[in-house]
């Protein structure tokens, strides 16, 4: 089974490639608007071979893991502390709501104006883009837990941070998980958002290198890369750790 | 020597905007190492009862004095047995039951020794590494039990836990319970809607009025244990609570 989708996959992606193959050897558009596979993997190739494709992602990658992680401490933190106290639902929680419709991007020319050209900036971009969704999750989580577990564990004598630590945090986990999942997305599209603006290394960088070079495959490259990364981070982390705990409380 | 005392307990719900009293004034004493079950009408504020024993709510009015002392806030000098068990499906049985006592701090190796007892008490000790999902409704109330006991409680607060089990299931708890009552000797307060259950279960069954819910009588029962759910000896019991109950379904039936 598990093999027979993975044959579909790869079908699919050589059909892409082979579409892709047809298109540029029938030249239906010119070669610097529309690359061959051959123009993009040699460019992708250039990039490992000389060290800037990894410096790129490395330098990407980190700004996430940062800008992620704060989100994430941030978001339980915001979104136990609403979930918990009235006041701070009727307040804050209001204002939550809106922050998340604003898309990442959008906290760029503050970022700038803040932390000027730094990691920091692209870093509060990134915070910016995941830490409501977090917020969010979080809260409809907590708010979710079965009262009689509070209960039960106060009644056991938890208290104050083993309260937090010990039920509240793993009672609305597979809630916290859709939160990250939806965090690191929209965190990712702000480093690369961030990066395009800021102009400051990244693989949104290079990417804005290759259009000002008008060097069309390296910006599918670049694309791709991107994309690629989800896939990976998506794949091997977030669906990983959502499986074990679906399976760990018997909802799989 | 009383080791509960209930004072004029007096509890509104909010009902549709308005005040509804649920408790109108319970007064009654449960001695140490009493087996206590609380019948009444559903409704009645039998579970609410429980939860201002246990600290979880609070009274409008009087006061529950714990060996003599007023009963303030939540702790696990009364342990409280859900009727769904609220478990914590996050944790394996052991680590469930053990959790109070990690709350406790007590270290690692003692936490074993003292759930290893409870579990092979409970007959759970194969079960110490699955999850709850994985354990039948009846399974998990055992776990449930075992979680109290660890924390060798003053008072075992029970709040239906038989209610959501089969028959043949529950019957065989019905024995445990009373196994463990004589083995543990603690004082228990057990909320059921079950007559049979009460008669087969406590020496002493309060039986309360429908709201404001008042005690109507409390009934004792002195007889040998262990005591069967299909024992003929207590028929007699079960037709006095029965009776005494009946005009207060009636009376509820009347207000809705």
């Known amino acids: ?252 | 020597m009383a080791k509960l005392e209930a004072k004029n307990i007096v509890k509104y719900f909010e009902h549709d905007g308005q005040p509804l009293k649920a408790l109108g004034g319970i007064n009654f004493t449960v001695e140490d190492g009493d087996f206590v079950c609380l019948v009444g009408p559903s409704g009645c504020g039998k579970s609410t009862f429980l939860r201002i024993a246990a600290g979880l709510q609070k009274p409008d009015e009087g006061q529950i004095l714990l060996d003599n002392r007023p009963i303030t806030k939540t702790g696990p000098d009364r342990i409280m047995v859900f009727q769904e068990g609220a478990l914590f499906p996050w944790l394996k049985v052991r680590d469930n039951v053990e959790f109070g006592l990690k709350i406790a701090g007590i270290p690692e190796s003692e936490r074993h020794e003292i759930s290893d007892r409870y579990l092979d008490m409970m007959q759970l000790t194969k079960f110490a590494n699955s999850y709850t999902y994985q354990l039948s409704t009846g399974m998990r109330q055992r776990v449930a039990i075992a979680r109290a006991l660890v924390m060798d409680p003053e008072i075992l607060l029970m709040d239906e836990p038989f209610a959501a089990l089969d028959a043949q299931t529950r019957d065989l708890l019905l024995v445990e319970m009373q196994m463990i009552w004589q083995k543990t000797k603690k004082t228990i307060i057990f909320v059921t809607h079950s007559i049979s259950e009460s008669t087969v279960l406590g020496n002493k069954v309060v039986v309360f009025t429908h709201r404001p819910s008042t005690i109507k009588k409390i009934v004792s029962i002195d007889h040998k244990r262990p005591r069967l759910a299909e024992d003929e000896t207590l028929i007699p019991y079960q037709k006095e609570i029965s009776l005494l109950l009946r005009p207060e379904v009636k009376a509820k039936e009347n207000s809705e």
């Open chain 1, 1 to 252: 089974m598990k093999i027979k989708s993975l044959g579909k996959k790869i079908a699919f992606y050589v059909g892409i490639v082979l579409v892709w193959q047809a298109l540029d050897v029938a030249n239906v558009w010119p070669d610097n608007v529309f690359p061959s596979p051959y123009d993009v993997a040699e460019d992708l190739w250039y990039g490992a071979v000389d060290g800037t494709l990894w410096i790129g992602i490395g330098t990407s990658l980190w700004r996430l893991a940062a800008g992620f992680a704060l989100a994430v401490v941030g978001g339980i933190a915001l979104g136990i502390f609403m979930a918990r106290v009235q006041t701070v639902n009727e307040t804050i929680g209001s204002v939550v709501l809106g922050l998340q419709s604003i898309p990442s991007v959008a906290w760029a020319p503050l970022a700038i104006i803040w932390f000027g050209l730094t990691d920091a900036g692209i870093i509060f971009v990134t915070v910016a883009g995941a830490l409501f969704a977090v917020t969010i999750n979080t809260y409809t989580g907590v708010k979710s837990i079965n009262p009689d577990f509070i209960a039960a564990a106060q009644n056991m004598g938890a208290k104050g941070e083993q309260l937090i630590t010990k039920v509240l945090i793993p009672a609305a986990f597979p809630y916290l998980i859709t939160g990250f999942k939806q965090g690191w997305a929209f965190g990712w599209r702000g480093v690369v958002g961030a990066e395009l603006l800021f102009s400051f290394l990244g693989l949104g960088f290079l990417l804005n290198v290759g259009r000002q070079l008008s060097d069309v495959s390296q910006v599918i490259a670049m694309m791709i890369v991107i994309m690629v990364i989800g896939i990976v981070i998506d794949g091997l982390i977030f669906k990983r750790l959502e499986d074990k705990v679906m399976a760990r409380w018997g909802l799989r």
